[in-house]
């Protein structure tokens, strides 16, 4: 019986890490024992925050690129003697706008990244841990891809293949002694939605209104949920998809909570 959360030599591979929930992922499972490489696309910040964090090594790459997700899973098994764990937290938001005004090669590099990207660094990551017999992976999703929303018309769609697609290889991969699971962050306050509230896409206020916990999120209770599922406290969890929203997906009513 598992009696406390630890990550103790935890070989982990975190993506997005220079920055945002990524970053506080690698913070957190550092605190609890793990070995940590980083990966992002951003190597100016990357350096830097590995260094601050006392990571294992830094890689910098994108995961829409074959041959980049080879080397991040290749530069943990190098420098950490091996892959146990993968926190996949890269992704990229799209611009708040009607499906009318949406440009078709913006739509794309929305999938391209969220999803195109999603599945080769967790095929990399499966090619080693199936052989070894074992491994925990978890994606970030969104509440966003649990259903639909007005003028999300390509992040939405992308993090509920994300969701499916973690579904997808829970299911094939079980039985080799991997775990794949999933979060479905509510508004968590992070780079990318400081962007879309000064582009003025986003209303903090509206939000907070409309969750029950009356606030957005922090990174770091996105993070202390993906390391609960990359422990051993979460051996018989596969192919869930978690929200972590203050009750945004539990609220049914019309209008905003505090109107109720």
């Known amino acids: 019986m598992v009696s406390a ?4 030599n935890r070989r982990i591979l975190v993506t997005g890490g220079a920055s ?26 990357l350096d830097a925050v590995a260094d601050g964090i006392g990571a294992a090594a ?49 739509w794309q590099r929305i999938f391209d990244i969220n999803v195109r990207g999603t599945f080769l ?28 929303i007005p003028r ?34 509510g508004y968590i306050l992070t780079p ?7 582009d003025g896409a986003f209303d903090t206020d509206r939000i907070a209104r409309r969750t029950p916990m009356a606030r957005l999120g922090e990174p770091e209770e996105i993070a202390n949920v993906a390391a609960f599922l990359l422990s051993d406290m979460a051996s018989y969890m596969t192919g869930a998809v978690v929200p972590v929203d203050g009750g945004w997906t539990a609220y049914g009513g019309a209008g905003d909570v505090q109107s109720c």
């Open 152 to 185: 999300r018309p390509a992040y939405s769609p992308a993090k509920a293949a994300v969701a499916h697609m973690t579904r997808n290889l829970a299911s094939e991969w079980g039985h080799h002694g991997i775990r794949v699971n999933a979060i479905a962050p």
């Open 121 to 148: 660094i967790c095929r990399a990551a499966g090619r080693v841990m199936i052989p070894q017999g074992h491994g925990a992976i978890v994606n970030i999703s969104s509440v966003v891809g649990l259903g639909g």
């Open 58 to 106: 830094s890689v910098a790459g994108d995961v829409t690129s074959e041959a980049d997700c080879d080397a991040m899973i290749a530069t943990v098994q190098r420098v950490c003697g091996g892959l146990d764990a993968l926190f996949h937290s890269a992704g990229v938001s799209d611009n708040v706008r009607s499906v009318v005004e949406t440009d078709i090669d913006g």
């Open 192 to 198: 990318m939605v400081d962007r879309l509230v000064k």
């Open 5 to 8: 959360l630890t990550l103790e």
């Open 20 to 45: 945002g929930i990524g970053l506080a992922g690698a913070k957190i499972f550092r605190a609890l024992g793990a070995e940590v490489v980083l990966a992002d696309r951003d190597a100016g910040m």
